[in-house]
């Protein structure tokens, strides 16, 4: 049974194409998380949310944002995509402390 | 401005022998380090932790040591296996950030038999 679960696997869209990518965790954490790992292989944090808070990068776009039906789901929507979201995005969830992730499989997103 | 680096892109040793991974950061707020090891086509997966209390900590073949005056910690496996080839991130939080994670660019380890 997958601790953290995230869907597609593979997304291949064109440009200006609006796409979500969900994710799921069963492991009770109250905080998840999404992550872009560019080209260079940097894991960078895009957003971390529990049920009191949403912490954004600045440095992400408004194009994304999440959304979370219930304290197991965190969803990630993207609208207008562009060539350069191209990436893997990776789940995750955490309790605050320790805060020791658990990871999904991760999503390569295609943008063409 | 990358508050933990990860010095060594990549790392090759032979099977059996000791790799020693290396991570260094800027934040001396950073009180809990974290290790983590990723396969292709996978999530990263936790390896083993650090408080700034300890300045080591042992599970099984996989030994972290921090040295909080020099602001570095390190990973040993031994003996060092096939399956251990994998990119290894070091990461660090501070509760002043919510334990947020800061993320090193990682290390390719690569096992050769």
């Known amino acids: 049974d997958t601790a953290v679960s995230q869907t597609p696997k593979y997304l291949v869209t064109q440009m200006g194409n609006d796409k979500s990518i969900k994710c799921e965790q069963n492991l009770g954490h109250d905080t998840m998380y999404w992550y872009k790992q560019d080209s260079k292989k940097f894991l960078k944090i895009m957003f971390s949310?529990?049920?009191?808070?949403?912490?954004i990068n600045e440095t992400v776009p408004n194009r994304f944002s999440p959304k979370s039906p219930d304290k197991a789901h965190l969803n990630l929507h993207i609208n207008s995509l562009e060539l350069g979201d191209s990436a893997v995005y990776f789940c995750?969830?955490?309790?605050?402390?320790?805060?020791?992730?658990?990871f999904g499989a991760g999503t390569r997103l295609s943008v063409l | 401005d990358q508050q933990v680096k990860q010095n060594s892109p990549s790392l090759s040793v032979q099977e059996g022998r000791i790799s020693i991974l290396n991570c260094d950061y800027t934040n001396s707020m950073f009180d809990y380090f974290l290790w983590y090891k990723k396969y292709p086509a996978e999530g990263p997966t936790f390896l083993i932790s650090?408080?700034?209390i300890k300045d080591k900590n042992e599970d099984g073949r996989f030994t972290v040591f921090l040295n909080k005056s020099a602001k570095h910690l390190s990973l040993h496996i031994v003996p060092s296996q096939p399956g251990d080839s994998a990119v290894y991130f070091c990461?660090?939080?501070?509760?002043?950030?919510?334990?947020?994670?800061?993320w090193g660019a990682g290390t390719k380890l690569i096992i050769k038999p």
């Open positions: 949310y529990n049920n009191k808070e949403l912490i």
């Open positions: 990461a660090a939080s501070d509760m002043d950030s919510n334990y947020q994670l800061i």
């Open positions: 650090i408080s700034s």
């Open positions: 995750a969830s955490s309790q605050v402390f320790p805060n020791i992730q658990y």
